[in-house]
């Protein structure tokens, strides 16, 4: 993810060129062809993509889009793959690649206000935020992968939601416009955010609180050293893999298993006295005897059972065919159907 591809600009028209590929040429928009996906994911899995552009403005990403739109191509919109399994077939069509960042926009600050580009870090934009006192995102310090990507996502965490703090995103749309929408105009819940079929986040303008740098940077200091402890960081990985489970009352799972897995606050009567109980997915799969648990360079990590890591020389198979464990085990052990967090693309072979 750190190295920039190198861009292999095609000038001429030729034979084995893609209508896409032509029409990107002739609109000056550089684009490789066959770029290893493996390279921009935090998994360091992903085989080739037909197509990958990394647009250098705001524009030119809806040029991309507009484009692809009309040639028919399909369209993945990347940040930095913190939270992408890509299969080891790679992407058949066109992999818009945002999260490296455009050629001159940044971070600005304004008032309380700060306006970034989708493809600058997380973290980047935090930092900033928090040495001109300005407070309200830093719980998400520490989060990997680009502010677009964190949009799409609703990234969070300790109880905020980066969609609680937008005032507006601007997104490139497949019909070529660029489009500004209020933060209260996109509905968005964990871990998703309705953004309109198609589109890439390319612009964001955060609402901020006036603090104090010192104790803004404590907090996230604080978060940081907590991740640090929780994760395992020294292996490539893709944050959590599923999504903590959401019981509702009525919901037909195994409580008595539950119970004695996890505790009585996870008894049938629990979740009807409080309308609906959050089933931690590291507990359940833990709790199933898959921590630890290897396939082929993948294993579901023993220093947290909701994360899984590359050990060296995993295939996206290999993450897949865990996921596909945990599932399978978690279900039949506890009825619970856990949904992936990470985001599945690409051919898996
Ligand atoms: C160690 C670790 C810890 C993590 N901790 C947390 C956590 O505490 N809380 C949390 O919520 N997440 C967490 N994550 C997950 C991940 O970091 C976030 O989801 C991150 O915000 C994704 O950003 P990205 O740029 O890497 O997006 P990508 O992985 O590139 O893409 C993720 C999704 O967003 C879409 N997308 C990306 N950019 C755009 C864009 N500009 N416009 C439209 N769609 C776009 C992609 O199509 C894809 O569907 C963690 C991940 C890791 C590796």
Known sequence: MGDRPRHRQQTRRGEGLSPLTERLVEEAIPVLTGEPLAAHTGLRVGGPADLLVRPRTA?????????AAEEGATVLVMGRGTNLLVGDGGFRGLVLLVG???EE???RLHGTSCTTAAGVRLHELIERAADSGLSGLEELYGIPGSVGGALAMNA???GVEIWSRVEWVELALPSGELRRCRGSDIAHGYRRA???AGSAVVRAEFCLADGDPREIKGRARERLADRKAKHP???????????????VPGADLDYERLVSALGE????????MNGSLTLPAWRLVDACGLTGEKLGGAQISTKHSNFMVNLGGARAADFAGLIELARRRVFETF?????????LTGEFL
């Not at 524009?59 to 484009?67: H, I, K, M």
């Not at 490539?236 to 903590?244: A, L, Q, Y």
């Not at 606050?265 to 009807?272: I, K, P, T």
């Open 59 to 67: 524009a030119e990403t809806a040029r991309t889009l507009l484009s």
């Open 265 to 272: 606050g996870y008894s049938r009567r629990a979740l009807e």
């Open 335 to 343: 009825g619970v159907r856990l949904e992936t967090e990470v985001r």
């Open 100 to 102: 490296e960042g455009f």
């Open 194 to 196: 309705d953004l309109p």
């Open 156 to 158: 969070g965490a300790y």
């Open 105 to 107: 926009d940044g971070v």
């Open 233 to 247: 960081l020294e292996f490539p990985n893709c944050g959590s893999v599923f999504k903590n489970f959401c019981a």
